[in-house]
């Protein structure tokens, strides 16, 4: 057999594992729409984006931004609660859930709200598109477009073909995770006066790394106690979380770590020749800013 009948073989099994529950749902029959808006992303950010910002001044989109965040954290906030009061409805066990195919409503409504979740991380290319308009290069950083980039695609997976059982406990988490962060997002674009009250930023962080260490343990354990679910999807998880955890890690590490011991050298250093630091002031006769 040649080698694209084999790949025609193996897309043809694939469609036969599909749920027929959601099969006909938006963007699910075919991998297609998914990958084709993650190039078109991926080509925005990469490409024609930076090129029509190029020789422009970027846009205050304040009021665009605010509507924006607050319609994210109502989307996700919904996700988070269909999806753990459905898994109540429907009697889910924690340590091990198999998915049911069956067209009972309480197991239909975990199945659209996994669809909503993934539908959620189509709608978050929007967050770059707001950084590009606004020329924040410094927030497009690898791990803002690896997240965003990759996200969609793994939950068309879900959807297609384990929109339940043990694929939803990592998506309430992080729904609820997101509820959190496009709140802090909304009250950061409100403008400067509203930064006294973002002091929780780097707690944001750690909740974002606990998520992944959370889900991690949980489908490691799922797949060490033979959980009835894909084995492949067990190790494709496992490496993907690893993988934000390393990239986290390292952000978290560097944003507040290395951050706060270069900020306390710095005030050690200049202490002792004989400056002194007032509210994150240098004074010796002149004030200067410590970044």
């Known amino acids: 057999m040649t080698t694209v009948g084999k790949i025609t073989n193996f897309i043809q099994w694939a469609d036969s594992m599909k749920d027929e529950r959601t099969a006909d749902w938006l963007f699910v029959s075919s991998p297609v729409p998914t990958l084709a808006m993650t190039l078109v992303y991926l080509l925005y950010v990469k490409w024609i984006g930076p090129k029509m910002m190029e020789n ?23 996700i988070f609660k269909e999806l753990v009061l459905g898994a109540i409805d429907a009697g889910y066990s924690f340590p091990c859930q198999p998915l049911v195919y069956d067209k009972d409503p309480k197991h239909i409504r975990i199945a659209a709200a996994v669809w909503w979740y993934y539908f959620s991380k189509v709608i978050e290319f929007i967050d770059t598109v707001f950084f590009v308009l606004r020329k924040k290069d410094e927030q497009i950083s690898f791990l803002h477009v690896y997240h965003h980039a990759t996200m969609p695609f793994l939950w068309w997976i879900g959807v297609k073909w384990v929109p339940g059982g043990q694929s939803t406990y990592a998506a309430p988490i992080n729904a609820f995770v997101h509820v959190v962060m496009y709140m802090y997002y909304g009250l950061s674009a409100l403008g400067p006066e509203y930064q006294k009250y ?32 894909p084995g492949w999807m067990y190790a494709a998880l496992n490496l993907y979380l690893v993988s934000f955890i390393f990239l986290f890690g390292n952000f978290y590490l560097q944003a507040y770590i290395r951050k706060q011991r270069l900020y306390c050298k710095v005030k050690l250093e200049d202490h002792s020749n004989g400056k002194q630091i007032k509210n994150g002031h240098l004074t010796n006769g002149v004030d200067k800013k410590i970044n």
């Open 56 to 78: 422009q001044k970027p846009f205050n989109l304040k009021y665009p931004l605010v509507l924006y965040n607050v319609a994210l954290t109502i989307l996700n906030f919904y």
């Open 198 to 229: 973002l002091w929780w930023k780097k707690y944001l962080t750690q909740l974002q790394l606990f998520q992944f260490f959370f889900a991690l343990i949980h489908s490691t354990h799922s797949w060490y106690t033979d959980c009835p679910f």
